[in-house]
């Protein structure tokens, strides 16, 4: 059995986020799995060029911006991003500060690419035209 807890997990520090894998043992298995912390509210996308990813939104809420599209996020919301395409997932800015917190699931053996994009950046509630 492979089994983790979301407790008393050790982040790591990424630009914008924080991120933990509390089923390290998964991996051998196919499956990578992240919780991450996300407290920024402008971001650039980012896109794992060959795999896909399922986003589960544990607590506090935010926006997800995928290839141009947006979508609020709260508890309970699951978004499904398919390999290759751009996004990124940002807080909403609350008072005082709660990070947005994520169970990320790639099935992929081991972290997949991630391919940060330069030049363009994804702010909460701001639409593009």
Do not use: K
């Amino acid at each position: 059995m492979i089994a983790g807890s979301l407790d008393e997990l050790a982040f790591r520090e990424l630009p914008g986020r924080r991120a933990a894998d509390p089923l390290p043992d998964a991996a051998a298995h196919g499956v990578t799995v992240r919780v991450v912390e996300v407290s920024e509210q402008r971001r650039s996308p980012h896109v794992h060029p060959a795999c896909a990813e399922l986003i589960h939104v544990l607590s506090g809420a935010g926006e997800h911006w995928q290839a141009g599209e947006r979508r609020s996020l709260r508890v309970g919301d699951v978004v499904v991003v398919p390999a290759g395409v751009a996004h990124v997932t940002l807080a909403a800015p609350v008072a005082p500060a709660t990070p947005l917190r994520l169970l990320c699931v790639f099935p992929a053996e081991g972290m997949p690419q991630t391919l940060e994009l330069d030049g363009e950046e994804v702010r909460f509630g701001e639409r593009q035209s």
